[in-house]
C-alpha cells in the first residue's frame, strides 16, 4: 500500500473549476486503478472517476462531460480537474490506490485523508 495526500480542494462559485492534485508516498506505475471519490454526510462514498495502467477510464454519469481525470506514473500523482462545477458536487474528496479493477473497492486499497470541496450556488 502507499500514502496518498490530497490537495486543491476549496471554496468555489457554481459554474467554476477546480483541481484537485494526488500525490502517493510511492510508485503508482503498477497500481492498476487510480480513482477520486466522494462522500457527503449520511451517504456512502461514490466513485467520481478512475483511471487504469490499461488506459480505460470511467466516469459517474453525473461528472461526466464535466471532469478529467489523469495520472502521471512519473510524479506518482494523479489529478481530478473538476469544471462547470455545481452545489451537488460539495464533498469530501478521497484520492485511491487500488490493486484490483473491481466494482467496488478492495481490500487492498488505500486511500487518501480527503479534502473538501465546496460549492456555492
Known amino acids: 500500500q502507499v500514502q496518498l495526500v490530497e490537495s486543491g480542494g476549496g471554496l468555489v462559485q457554481a459554474g467554476g473549476s477546480l483541481k484537485l492534485s494526488c500525490v502517493a508516498s510511492?510508485?503508482?506505475?503498477?497500481?492498476?486503478?487510480m480513482a477520486w471519490f466522494r462522500q457527503t454526510p449520511g451517504k456512502e462514498r461514490e466513485l467520481v472517476a478512475r483511471?487504469?495502467?490499461?488506459?480505460?477510464?470511467n466516469y459517474a454519469d453525473s461528472v461526466s462531460g464535466r471532469f478529467v481525470i489523469s495520472r502521471d506514473n512519473v510524479k506518482n500523482a494523479v489529478y481530478l480537474q473538476m469544471n462547470n462545477l455545481k452545489p451537488g458536487d460539495t464533498a469530501v474528496y478521497y484520492c485511491?490506490?487500488?490493486?484490483?479493477?473491481?466494482?467496488?473497492?478492495?481490500?487492498?486499497?488505500?486511500w487518501g485523508q480527503g479534502t473538501q470541496v465546496t460549492v456555492s450556488p
Open positions: 483511471i487504469g495502467t490499461h488506459g480505460v477510464i
Open positions: 485511491n490506490a487500488d490493486p484490483g479493477w473491481g466494482t467496488s473497492p478492495s481490500n487492498g486499497a488505500s
Open positions: 510511492g510508485s503508482i506505475s503498477n497500481i492498476i486503478n
